[in-house]
């Protein structure tokens, strides 16, 4: 994708309004938020100056995928050769140090990523900066103040540009692939991970259909190991799928660096009482969280509507996790802004995507989710999964 | 996988050659080593101070997976609650600064991660600590250096115990699964990203046999693409594959945090002359390479010895990177220990694990590449990947 121009004076307002002279990003998620190019292995910088100078020092190997961001100037590296065993930030650091001392900046601070920070996958390993870049920073600019731009990218990240919307959309209508799969792959009798074989199958057939990069994550979860579902990640066992069981089908699907986070869940055989009482509820209060969605709503609102249904059916203590967090150049994490929390200050604005994923857990027994990804619209909401089925027995 | 004895032993004795009077880790592969548990989330601390005393603060989801550490005193904590919104590192730093206050420390270091490393995932997203872990330290240790632990823990992960190496072995024995779907999988008219459907399918169904938590990524890239696999990462796009063609199959496959690197290429048909030649010649300059392997030998001796045959084959510019890198805590890795490069100035030792890689790469034509994991043993070297084919047509 292309970066864009909407996009890149979103960056320079919040670098204005923070007396920012540069920005220095290096984590793959605030690249791609920078030039539209989302890097492999995480030895990319980018470097954008009051100014609207970007700069961006590549490994030679990402060049082409590099090439995304048309407007900045793309200087190469070689991280590895047979001739030198440099350590790889020992090569990248000469280079940008040389590129940063070279800059006429105005006034103002050197912003980088200090804090921790959630990231999603950008390869199956790479780079990990720790503290260098910091100190990178302060040797080319002693007498500047280094300061943190972590609050600044999660809140630029939170609403997304047209293009990046557009870019959420298709990775989102992509998964679906997968969860038609579901429904054929499930039944009794069939174990978690060959179930999720299938799946991780049928998705991976259409995962790079108008992506450069394309892949994604499929759990099953079946029976007592749905309620475990409620933790901060999700697992697939070797658990044996059994009649009258919950299966939970969960989603982590990326396009070019934008991620979806989808949770199906099917009943096997015909639903139990008790499983019709959840399905029931959980619509609701689907329902009533997506009602609540506006521009200028609190996200606290968005969870309490939520939370309400649940407890008035008396799954109150059974939804165990907020209602949703920001989904898009983040995955699976909580505190990716909008927070659809009931301690949230956060105010939902259009353009923001998040989840919505209300959800009942019996610990030890079953666990019932049903997670869209929505964007907030003018108006209200606009769905990015709207396929079937919201909640579905086989 | 239980943490060993012997492994704790070589740790401490390291950190007593280092002065050091505590260490800290927090990147997943670092907590494996010092545990035996192999973090998702990264949200994890492992402290083990020169007395022999380790404790863990986990994420209480995780909990269950950090009893492989048994003579740990786990801590757990809940990053994310219903009721506060807190930073992630906030909630884990309040609980280490109390817990590493009240350790009584002999004199010496603390020692940390604070260089740029090399990791794998451990998950599809987590946390990235940066700079704070330093920060915590300095503040609850004002008086003591804090020191760079990556150095010492990049040599501790090259030699792996016996427990370590039967895990690797077992990681690159379930991951034989994926080539034995291959060569089934492979056929004139068939686009990269089906095949690697197929095969990474095939593998999913086995990849938790034996381990907690198993995945794998496989990558097809055929003809001209199998040319660019010379560059620092694979990956598959949605060629089709002709007849003639030669494919290659990449693989990383984990199980509970170690990790396999194997590669395999097929011929669709019969092989022209010239991919004769490079058979042979990727044949014999393998062989050569696992003779030269021994432990005291020099690591880029085992280099020259793949390298020469290449050369006097006539393909020695297009063998474009080093003949091989350390595996099993890393994956994918050029700089992991020990480097089996031109330059590398590291000798082999008994219960080392690295691949063994020769290649050649036409640029826009075709590429061939055989890569295996091996063990340096007492007297020579262990094939963990003997799986066929070694260089196979279909």
Same mark, same amino acid.
């Given at each position: 994708?292309?970066?864009?121009?909407?996009?890149?004076?979103?960056?320079l307002?919040?670098?204005?309004?923070?007396?920012?002279?540069v920005?220095?990003?290096f984590?793959?998620?605030?690249?791609?938020?920078?030039?539209? +190019?989302?890097?492999v292995?995480?030895?990319?910088?980018?470097?954008?100056?009051?100014?609207?100078?970007?700069?961006?020092?590549?490994?030679?190997?990402?060049?082409?995928?590099?090439?995304?961001?048309?407007?900045?100037?793309?200087?190469? +590296?070689?991280?590895?050769?047979?001739?030198?065993?440099?350590?790889?930030?020992?090569?990248?650091?000469?280079?940008?140090?040389?590129l940063?001392?070279?800059?006429r900046?105005?006034?103002?601070?050197?912003?980088?990523?200090?804090?921790?920070?959630?990231?999603?996958?950008?390869?199956?390993?790479?780079?990990?900066?720790?503290?260098?870049?910091?100190?990178?920073?302060?040797h080319?600019?002693?007498?500047?103040?280094?300061?943190?731009?972590?609050?600044?990218?999660?809140?630029?990240?939170?609403?997304?540009?047209?293009?990046?919307?557009?870019?959420?959309?298709?990775?989102?209508?992509?998964?679906?692939?997968?969860?038609?799969?579901?429904?054929?792959?499930?039944?009794?009798?069939?174990?978690?991970?060959?179930?999720?074989?299938?799946?991780?199958s049928?998705?991976?057939?259409?995962?790079?259909?108008?992506?450069?990069?394309?892949?994604?994550?499929?759990?099953?979860?079946?029976?007592?190991?749905?309620?475990?579902?409620?933790?901060? +990640?999700?697992?697939?066992?070797?658990?044996?799928?059994?009649?009258?069981?919950?299966?939970?089908?969960?989603?982590?699907?990326?396009?070019?660096?934008?991620?979806?986070?989808?949770?199906?869940?099917?009943?096997?055989?015909?639903?139990?009482?008790?499983?019709?009482?959840?399905?029931?509820?959980?619509?609701?209060?689907?329902?009533?969280?997506?009602?609540?969605?506006?521009?200028?709503?609190?996200?606290?609102?968005?969870?309490?509507?939520?939370?309400?249904?649940?407890?008035?059916?008396?799954?109150?203590?059974?939804?165990?996790?907020?209602?949703?967090?920001?989904?898009?150049?983040?995955?699976?994490?909580?505190?990716?802004?909008?927070?659809?929390?009931?301690?949230s200050?956060?105010?939902?604005?259009?353009?923001?995507?998040?989840?919505?994923?209300?959800?009942? +857990?019996?610990?030890?027994?079953?666990?019932?989710?049903?997670?869209?990804?929505?964007?907030?619209?003018?108006?209200?909401?606009?769905?990015?999964?709207?396929?079937?089925?919201?909640?579905?027995?086989?």
């Amino acid at each position: 994708m292309t970066q864009t121009i909407q996009r890149r004076q979103t960056i320079l307002q919040a670098m204005e309004s923070a007396q920012i002279a540069v920005l220095v990003c290096f984590l793959p998620s605030d690249v791609l938020l920078l030039t539209g +190019y989302w890097p492999v292995m995480g030895g990319t910088l980018a470097m954008l100056t009051s100014q609207g100078e970007l700069f961006v020092v590549v490994p030679e190997d990402e060049l082409e995928l590099a090439q995304a961001a048309p407007e900045a100037k793309l200087i190469a +590296y070689k991280p590895v050769t047979l001739d030198r065993l440099n350590s790889p930030g020992s090569v990248l650091f000469s280079v940008a140090s040389g590129l940063l001392s070279s800059l006429r900046l105005p006034p103002g601070a050197v912003a980088t990523s200090l804090q921790d920070r959630w990231q999603p996958v950008s390869y199956l390993a790479g780079h990990r900066f720790l503290t260098e870049i910091e100190a990178l920073l302060h040797h080319v600019f002693p007498d500047r103040s280094i300061v943190s731009a972590d609050s600044m990218m999660e809140s630029l990240q939170s609403i997304k540009t047209e293009p990046e919307l557009q870019k959420l959309r298709h990775c989102c209508t992509l998964a679906s692939a997968g969860f038609e799969q579901a429904s054929r792959a499930i039944a009794a009798g069939r174990r978690e991970d060959e179930v999720a074989a299938d799946i991780g199958s049928a998705f991976a057939r259409v995962a790079q259909d108008g992506f450069e990069r394309g892949w994604g994550y499929f759990f099953c979860m079946s029976g007592p190991n749905s309620a475990q579902a409620s933790g901060a +990640y999700a697992r697939t066992r070797r658990r044996v799928i059994e009649a009258g069981d919950l299966v939970m089908v969960h989603a982590n699907t990326v396009g070019d660096g934008f991620w979806s986070d989808i949770t199906r869940t099917f009943v096997v055989g015909q639903p139990s009482d008790e499983q019709r009482r959840m399905v029931d509820a959980i619509a609701e209060a689907r329902a009533a969280a997506l009602d609540a969605i506006a521009p200028g709503a609190l996200a606290s609102e968005v969870d309490r509507a939520a939370r309400n249904v649940l407890a008035r059916h008396g799954f109150g203590s059974n939804f165990k996790h907020a209602t949703g967090h920001g989904v898009g150049f983040a995955a699976a994490d909580p505190h990716a802004h909008p927070r659809i929390h009931p301690e949230s200050p956060d105010l939902l604005a259009a353009g923001m995507t998040f989840n919505i994923e209300p959800a009942i +857990y019996f610990d030890g027994v079953q666990g019932m989710r049903h997670c869209d990804v929505v964007a907030c619209s003018e108006t209200g909401f606009d769905l990015l999964t709207p396929f079937q089925p919201p909640l579905a027995h086989l």
